[in-house]
């Protein structure tokens, strides 16, 4: 099994900034991949973005592209999410989840942490 804790969410106005972790712990070698989605109320959860363990390659969902970067420390088993920027249609739960492979689709993560909620006023 593969814990994962997030942190870091918050209030925030538009055009501020704000840095995600999410540490894993447990089996956390036995993860490549990890992606960041969000839920906002009423609305299904959505990719943000993904890295990959070894070559630590990236995808981004268009919404945050430019804005959002993920990184990845892996002597810390942390992952990173800096938004920038961060607009009013940001406010959502967001989610830290890893798995064996990397994808945009939650399905493919097994593991999920609780979420961080993040609001950002206009």
């Known amino acids: 099994q593969v814990q994962l804790v997030e942190s870091g969410g918050g209030l925030v106005q538009a055009g501020d900034s704000l840095r995600l972790s999410c540490v894993a712990s447990?089996?956390?070698?036995?993860?490549?991949?990890v992606a960041w989605f969000r839920q906002a109320p009423g609305k299904e959860r959505d990719f943000i973005v993904n890295i990959n363990g070894p070559g630590g390659s990236t995808r981004y969902a268009d919404s945050v592209k430019g804005r959002f970067t993920i990184s990845r420390d892996n002597s810390k088993n942390t992952v990173y999410l800096q938004m920038d920027n961060l607009k009013p249609e940001d406010t959502a739960v967001y989610y830290c989840?890893?798995?064996?492979?990397?994808?945009?689709?939650?399905?493919?993560?097994?593991?999920w942490g609780q979420g961080t909620p993040v609001t950002v006023s206009s």
């Open positions: 447990g089996r956390a070698f036995s993860v490549r991949a």
């Open positions: 989840a890893a798995g064996p492979a990397q994808s945009t689709i939650a399905g493919a993560y097994p593991f």
